[in-house]
């Protein structure tokens, strides 16, 4: 995203909105919407609104650059997370690649030898859907947002969004904290592919500047091996004698939070509930 307000912008010629476009202009100005697909003014969930005038974007962005939307494919299917372990993933014992000596001696096992295959095919099936995705964010942050694929030292799958702007200049426009967390919320629950979840099934975001610093990241709370926040030590769960089902409901609880944090203020970090 550029140092100033981002504007719509166009590629190959071809105009591309974006729902930071969208909130400082009369959603009339910004297209027409059909008769069958109204958008909602008053919502009891968080950002709602915004999300429908995103799914309208991103489709108009689709179809103005012949873009297709993935079908549904294996390697999409949504891992399960345990405090920060994959304990499921679409390879988890179906890998097909040999397990030789060598691999014996660079893995720890045959299921963390499954686990890099899974990455390096996720990796790939990305990069073969990359102007899909790129549409994603650029339909959301403008024109001047890119992403890529990656996988950190945490070795978990990110998208990771590249913004034109600078460190400095992000800490210094407080409106950008808003952004993410409506972007949060969008991606945790549109479910862009037809037959799958949202995107924060399989990926986390991260963002960077325009220097590869990172800036901001948001992800399920069952992908990240953490301490409960504040937020959460509060809250009560449901009592029950059943140590295994506590857990397993401990999980389902996380499944259902971002966890997003804030480099250019800590003290924003914060977990939000999907509803």
Not at 13 to 21: D, E, H, M, Q, T
Not at 89 to 113: G, I, Q
Not at 175 to 203: H, K, N, S, W
């Amino acid at each position: 995203m550029a140092e100033s307000t981002p504007r719509a912008s166009s590629h190959h010629g071809i105009a591309i909105g974006s729902l930071i476009v969208a909130m400082r202009r009369p959603l009339s100005r910004l297209c027409i919407i059909p008769e069958d697909r109204a958008v909602h003014h008053s919502s009891t969930k968080p950002y709602e609104r915004d999300q429908e005038v995103y799914a309208m974007i991103l489709d108009k962005n689709l179809a103005r650059l012949g873009i297709r939307t993935p079908t549904r494919d294996d390697i999409y299917d949504s891992p399960v997370w345990t405090d920060g372990d994959p304990i499921y993933h679409p390879l988890r014992w179906s890998c097909n690649v040999p397990f030789t000596p060598a691999d014996a001696c660079r893995f720890a096992d045959k299921e963390e030898f499954a686990y890099h295959h899974y990455l390096e095919q996720l990796k790939s099936k990305y990069y073969v859907d990359r102007h899909w995705f790129r549409s994603v964010v650029k339909s959301y942050w403008g024109l001047s947002a890119d992403c890529t694929f990656e996988v950190t030292m945490a070795n978990r799958p990110y998208i990771r969004v590249e913004l034109a702007a600078s460190f400095k200049s992000i800490k210094k426009k407080k409106y950008y904290i808003g952004y993410v967390e409506r972007f949060a919320y969008i991606m945790a629950r549109l479910c862009p592919i037809q037959g799958l979840g949202p995107l924060t099934d399989i990926f986390g975001f991260r963002f960077v500047d325009k220097t590869g610093q990172r800036v901001f990241e948001f992800e399920r709370m069952d992908r990240v091996r953490m301490r409960y926040p504040v937020e959460i030590s509060k809250m009560v769960l449901v009592v029950s004698d059943d140590k295994e089902m506590k857990k397993q409901q401990k999980q389902q609880e996380k499944r259902k939070k971002m966890v997003i944090c804030y480099d250019v203020a800590p003290t924003k970090n914060k977990v939000i509930e999907i509803e």
